[in-house]
């Protein structure tokens, strides 16, 4: 190597380095998932139901536009049978992870301990656990298996200084969930498979005004009753306390 | 040698390194630095596709007519819904209509993102977005730069700014104009404030867009759109529209509408897809989840619907903020060619400079008119040659006395006014409609520096700073001696009171005004008037109060005046009195942007000028 590349090189070096760190790892023990975090998603949220309005408040049986079924999976959407569900006492089968999110719902967020978030829902007493680290081994069920880490962002690839980022670190929530029971994506039969696997984002918007948002960006892959990847998006307003919450069974219809 | 080059590196390593870990506050916007701010964050860059797996029947951002639930629709957005029919789509302006955000966020064609940086120091200057379909061309400025004034023109576009804030572009959008939440009759107001938060996570952007409207919301709507991102750029960016006949030999003061009340396809996709009809016509209930509780008495929620077809409660003034600068100073904005704009002392001043000496068209209120002097006087050494009155009233004529004494007009000096007029050449010359002259001198006192150079009928028309100049008539429209001017080549058309962007027209009956000539006037000014593309840019209006438009706005407010006519003179036909005519609230779904309960030009009046005008109109004023 020529000296003159040398300088160069060292910094990129280094700044690659400063980069996969991530908050806090500058030597030392690692921080916990918890210490970690890149903003607080804790406390009480309410689903802002704009997008999908219709087939999330008031899902109708065989209404299943915007989802890349496959026949299949319109095939098994169209012979939904919400009283068998009921006599079968189903009734969760649309809480499921793949679909819990675009219930309109509250949700309580908090974390069970240093490496476990748990997400709590009003709508059908529905309990996430995003997992950091390691997942407990476990049957399928309607949450599955959620295994969580943080997505720091990065000041671009390769060189960089210091920009226009602000103080702490920024980043976003990745939960991957798999090992689901089968179920329905909207609570009129549109199904999803136990093969499914969901990929959820979440990122913490603050308006001037002072209202926050989380946003949850989801793909969910099933190539059981889907032609594509279905990717939505949804968002809930920030609460000052638990008023509104008002925990209620799962319903079928 | 090598030791030396170890010992730099070093150096340089530790410095980019505190530089990196220290996270220096970043430079506040528009100061610090005449580079800008540093910016760095997300790269979105890529041309993308909108992902319709939800909302997916909103194709290019429309739904059914009352398929409003989770839109957070107040009373008079609701209203404004209801009457609007597809067909209102065949008036002419309607046509090529441009997209606003986040709406054209949900257009089917494709999107494209990218960055434009400083040559020099490769700093990032702004994001720029192309629309395909209406063709939308934003720029999202990143430097830090303020927004425009207030009384500068909109776009549907709008005016963006951003920042990065971590991971998430933060954008925001002003001066917009009025467009669609969602083209089924919902609207958007030119009052609107639109945030944009554009996270990036592969080959995906979410976008949480939060509205809010004064006028038309009852809370910020927030919703979130996707955009898939392609890997290989497609071909197709433009989107030809312009706008034609679609029913020959129709009035130009013809806009399709539906009465309160009365549209016959409110409940179509409510019954279609079994949704309360409560829900599906929005408002700011039908967003949470308790909404799903409220509607459980489906009978007495469908009443409860019903009751909102039609104006309710106390009547609405204004939310939309005036313009119009009150800091005690004049303010100027070029608006195109030779012609300024300004504002701040009542109505709206337009001058024309140029190697002749200033034209001005009205002269505000007197109040601040050594300040107006001022500012033109920033603008050419030359002085006022001519006045045009555009209107009697005291807001547009209050200064012509001490304007008209500041200038002269040196093309009557050495001519043979000189032998009739001792004082020929000797200010400015005011020029004017003789019933602005006759109004004026009516008054007690009488208004000072009446026009002098007077018309009845026909245009007139000057060249003047090279510049072709059209002062035309307009009878019988908010009086019997309004005018508008024309600058043909700066492109620049001074309405006066005929227009403005700050409240109904104020009709002055008692002095020749009337709604007939009021909407005639306003189609006069259409016939004039181009787009540069889908309804922006072109041809530009000064109002007589308000901020400066196009031919949308006027458009605009021709359908509103139009819309308001014909439910009035629908009640006067059934032998309405104006108490019954008042008390309807035909002007409900335009009230928060419009109206006023209080001072010098209410809605009450608006709407007896509008009655009184329609029972006994003046001889002149007849819809062509």
């Known amino acids: 190597m020529s000296r003159s590349l040398l300088v160069p090189f060292l910094v990129l070096a280094a700044s690659f380095t400063a980069h996969s760190q991530g908050p806090g790892g500058r030597g030392g023990t690692p921080p916990t998932p918890r210490a970690a975090a890149p903003f607080d998603m804790t406390g009480y949220w309410v689903s802002v139901v704009n997008e999908d309005w219709r087939w999330r408040m008031f899902p109708n049986k065989g209404d299943y536009a915007g989802i890349p079924l496959n026949p299949e999976g319109r095939k098994v959407a169209d012979a939904w049978d919400p009283a068998k569900d009921d006599a079968a006492g189903e009734q969760c089968k649309g809480y499921g992870a793949p679909g819990i999110m675009r219930v309109p719902s509250r949700f309580h967020i908090t974390w069970q301990d240093d490496q476990t978030l748990k997400i709590e829902t009003d709508a059908g007493r529905q309990v996430r656990m995003f997992h950091f680290g390691s997942t407990p081994a476990s049957s399928a069920d309607l949450q599955g298996v959620s295994k969580a880490e943080w997505e720091f962002a990065r000041p671009g690839v390769g060189f960089a200084i210091a920009g226009d980022r602000g103080g702490g670190p920024v980043g976003s929530l990745k939960v991957t969930t798999t090992n689901v029971r089968p179920g329905y994506l909207r609570r009129n039969g549109v199904p999803y498979s136990g093969n499914a696997k969901l990929t959820e984002y979440y990122d913490l918007v603050r308006e001037a005004n002072g209202v926050t948002y989380l946003v949850l960006t989801s793909t969910l892959e099933d190539p059981t009753y889907l032609t594509q990847p279905w990717i939505t998006a949804a968002h809930f307003k920030k609460q000052a306390d638990a008023t509104g919450w008002n925990p209620t069974p799962c319903s079928v219809r | ?624």
């Not at chain 2, 027209?505 to 005004?513: C, L, Q, T």
Request: aromatic share 10%; proline share 7%; net charge negative.
């Open chain 2, 1 to 624: 040698m090598r030791t030396i080059t170890f010992g730099i590196a070093l150096v340089f390593l530790s410095v980019c390194s505190a530089m990196f870990f220290a996270q220096a506050p970043p430079p506040s916007p528009g100061t610090g630095t005449p580079l800008g701010p540093m910016v760095s964050g997300t790269d979105l860059s890529g041309s993308y596709r909108w992902i319709n797996h939800q909302d997916a029947p909103l194709f290019t951002a429309a739904g059914d007519i009352a398929d409003w639930g989770g839109i957070p629709l107040n009373d008079a957005a609701r209203l404004y819904a209801l009457s609007w029919p597809a067909s209102r789509q065949t008036v002419k302006q309607q046509q090529c209509m441009g997209y606003v955000a986040p709406y054209t966020w949900m257009s089917p064609g494709n999107h494209r993102l990218w960055e434009e940086r400083d040559p020099f120091t490769q700093r990032l200057v702004a994001i720029r977005y192309w629309g395909q379909i209406a063709q939308v061309d934003r720029t999202i400025y990143m430097d830090g730069r303020p927004h425009p004034p207030a009384y500068a023109p909109h776009t549907f576009a709008g005016f963006s700014t951003g920042k990065f804030e971590g991971n998430v572009l933060t954008v925001t959008t002003t001066h917009i104009k009025r467009g669609w939440l969602r083209a089924n009759g919902a609207p958007q107001s030119d009052a609107a404030t639109v945030t944009e938060h554009l996270i990036r996570h592969g080959d995906t952007i979410t976008i949480l867009a939060v509205v809010d409207d004064p006028v038309y919301l009852s809370e910020p709507m927030s919703k979130t759109s996707l955009l898939a991102r392609q890997a290989i750029a497609p071909d197709a960016w433009l989107y030809a529209c312009d706008d034609s006949e679609q029913i020959l030999g129709r009035k130009n003061d013809y806009v399709p509408s539906h009465f309160f009340g009365q549209n016959p396809y409110y409940q179509e996709y409510s019954d279609k897809n079994k949704v309360p009809l409560l829900g599906a016509f929005g408002g700011r209930e039908t967003m949470y989840p308790e909404f799903l509780a409220a509607v459980k008495d489906r009978a007495g929620s469908d009443n409860a619907a019903k009751a909102k077809m039609r104006p309710s409660g106390p009547p609405q003034a204004s939310r939309a903020p005036d313009p119009t600068p009150t800091d005690g100073n004049i303010h100027v904005f070029h608006v195109g060619g030779n012609v300024y704009m300004l504002t701040g002392d009542g109505a709206n001043i337009a001058v024309q400079v140029g190697p002749q000496g200033g034209l001005l068209v009205d002269t505000g209120a007197g109040r601040l008119s050594d300040k107006v002097l001022a500012e033109i006087g920033k603008l050419s050494s030359r002085p006022i040659q001519f006045i045009v009155n555009t209107s009697f009233h005291a807001d547009h004529v209050g200064g012509n006395k001490k304007l008209q004494a500041a200038g002269a007009d040196p093309s009557l000096t050495g001519s043979f006014f000189s032998n009739q007029f001792a004082d020929a050449g000797q200010g400015a010359t005011v020029i004017g409609h003789q019933n602005v002259q006759t109004r004026m001198q009516e008054q007690k006192p009488p208004l000072d520096a009446p026009p002098s150079d007077t018309y009845f009928e026909d245009r007139r028309r000057k060249y003047h700073n090279e510049e072709p100049v059209e002062i035309f008539p307009m009878p019988n429209a908010t009086t019997d001696g309004d005018s508008i001017v024309h600058f043909r080549r700066s492109d620049v058309i001074v309405a006066g009171d005929i227009f403005t962007t700050t409240q109904y027209p104020f009709i002055d009956v008692k002095n020749g005004g009337s709604v007939q000539g009021e909407i005639r006037a306003l189609n006069f000014i259409l016939d004039r008037t181009v787009y540069q593309h889908d309804e922006d840019g072109g041809t530009w209006i000064i109002p007589g109060h308000g901020r400066v438009t196009n031919e949308w706005e006027v458009a605009e407010y021709r359908d509103m005046l139009v819309i308001i006519r014909d439910r009035v003179q629908a009640m006067i036909k059934n032998g309405a009195t104006l108490d019954q005519v008042k008390s309807a609230r035909l002007t409900a779904d335009y009230d928060p942007r419009f109206g006023a309960t209080t001072g010098p030009w209410t809605t009450d009046m608006f709407v007896e000028a509008v009655y009184t005008s329609l029972k006994n109109p003046p001889q002149t004023a007849s819809a062509q």
